[in-house]
């Protein structure tokens, strides 16, 4: 690797370790093993550094989810338990990386500020929703939903997993939501 890719890996270890407010161009030559020097010559600034590392380490994370779930689902499974185990595996990546989606929620404070963040958030909601959608067979609509769900999912989890909803009881929840809406 040569030193800018090595500052872009110190910087995504440094946002899932610290956040994006805590890491400083220090922490992130340090974890490269750079010199502050090569932030300026590659990146001009901490920042831009810290959004390219960002949106590198949130693209890796929904390819990864992506074939997670594309492989973790039995195609003969019905709706409830394709939809129980697609949530079962967005859980288990928040279990795994809650480094990286905290960093995400930090993001949505961050946007409000800085306009490349903003942009980048809102074409990465439009292509989740969009994704989340596709996997669970439902259009744009639904996709928004399911996005939602992620969202309050992930916070629960991230706050207090011993009273976090699992894959089947998102689902049983789901069901019956749909069955009081049809009444």
């Given at each position: 690797?040569?030193?800018?890719e090595d500052?872009?890996?110190?910087?995504?270890r440094?946002?899932?370790?610290?956040?994006?407010?805590?890491?400083?161009?220090?922490?992130?030559?340090?974890?490269?093993?750079?010199?502050?020097?090569a932030i300026g010559y590659?990146?001009?600034?901490t920042e831009?550094?810290?959004?390219?590392?960002?949106?590198?380490a949130?693209?890796e994370w929904?390819?990864e989810?992506g074939?997670?779930?594309?492989?973790?689902?039995?195609?003969?499974?019905?709706?409830a338990?394709?939809f129980?185990?697609?949530?079962?595996?967005?859980?288990?990546?928040?279990?795994v990386?809650?480094?990286l989606?905290?960093?995400?929620?930090?993001?949505?404070?961050?946007?409000q500020?800085?306009?490349?963040?903003?942009?980048?958030a809102?074409a990465?909601q439009?292509?989740?929703?969009?994704?989340?959608?596709?996997?669970?067979?439902?259009d744009?609509?639904?996709?928004?939903?399911?996005?939602?769900?992620l969202?309050g999912v992930?916070?629960?989890?991230?706050?207090?997993?011993?009273h976090?909803?699992?894959?089947?009881?998102?689902?049983r929840?789901v069901?019956?939501?749909?069955?009081?809406?049809?009444r």
């Amino acid at each position: 690797m040569g030193n800018r890719e090595d500052l872009l890996d110190g910087a995504k270890r440094c946002l899932i370790e610290k956040g994006y407010a805590r890491t400083t161009a220090r922490d992130i030559a340090a974890a490269a093993g750079t010199s502050l020097a090569a932030i300026g010559y590659h990146f001009k600034t901490t920042e831009a550094l810290l959004n390219a590392a960002l949106f590198d380490a949130l693209e890796e994370w929904g390819n990864e989810l992506g074939r997670a779930l594309a492989e973790g689902v039995d195609p003969r499974a019905t709706p409830a338990e394709r939809f129980a185990a697609i949530w079962g595996q967005v859980i288990e990546s928040i279990v795994v990386r809650p480094g990286l989606w905290t960093a995400q929620f930090e993001l949505v404070t961050l946007a409000q500020n800085l306009p490349e963040l903003r942009e980048f958030a809102g074409a990465a909601q439009l292509r989740g929703r969009t994704e989340l959608a596709r996997l669970f067979g439902a259009d744009d609509e639904a996709g928004a939903l399911y996005q939602a769900l992620l969202a309050g999912v992930a916070i629960q989890w991230l706050i207090a997993p011993d009273h976090a909803p699992s894959g089947p009881d998102l689902a049983r929840a789901v069901t019956a939501a749909a069955a009081a809406l049809s009444r």
